[in-house]
């Protein structure tokens, strides 16, 4: 294959690319297909960097498949740690939590989980927001105990003693005060 010549001008340039098969555009090297993997728009911004440089240097389509699996692969690892780690952080959480509320555990999370879903406490999608919000270093900021119980205390001050009440006991209570 023909090297491109030192100082060639843009005319020379596109009239190599095309010899060489090479993109004429960075607009058009094409995502490959990958098992497992579905390009979102949130990939976007990261393609469209990475075929800027890959034409930038002449790189091939082959080269980009090559370059964007290897991305792919990545991202997938990453967000396999994070489930890992959401899932540890989160049983840490519940340990926690178990062993601050004992037998009582069951009764606090029913009113954390009512406090979330307040439209009073949290209007609109602000309880949502906060269910999936992380802290700095990637934490799920809903399960942090610390949260935890700080929303609980919102519930308990708001539902008072009742709010606590679990499943079986609410049905009995609520059979009881339809009589």
């Known amino acids: 294959k023909r090297a491109l010549p030192d100082g060639a001008d843009e005319t020379a340039v596109a009239e190599w690319r095309k010899e060489m098969g090479l993109p004429e555009k960075p607009e058009a090297y094409q995502p490959p297909a990958i098992a497992g993997h579905e390009w979102s728009d949130s990939d976007k911004p990261a393609m469209t960097a ?5 034409h ?18 990545a991202k997938s690892l990453a967000a396999e740690a994070q ?31 009512r406090v979330l879903k307040d ?9 949502a927001l906060l269910a999936g919000a992380r802290t700095a270093d990637g934490r799920r900021l809903h399960n942090h105990p610390d949260i935890s119980k700080a929303l609980i205390a ?4 708001k539902y008072g ?19």
């Open 119 to 127: 439209q009073e406490i949290f209007p609109g999608e602000a309880g």
């Open 50 to 54: 990475l075929f800027q440089r890959l």
């Open 83 to 113: 489930l890992q780690a959401d899932q540890t952080f989160k049983q840490e959480a519940e340990d926690a939590l178990r062993t601050e509320y004992g037998n009582a555990y069951r009764g606090h999370m029913n009113v954390y989980h």
């Open 154 to 157: 919102i519930g308990l001050n």
């Open 56 to 73: 930038k240097v002449h790189a091939n389509q082959a080269v980009a498949d090559e370059v964007l699996s290897f991305y792919a692969e």
């Open 161 to 179: 003693a009742g709010g606590m009440v679990t499943g079986s006991e609410a049905k009995v209570m609520a059979d009881e005060e339809s009589v």
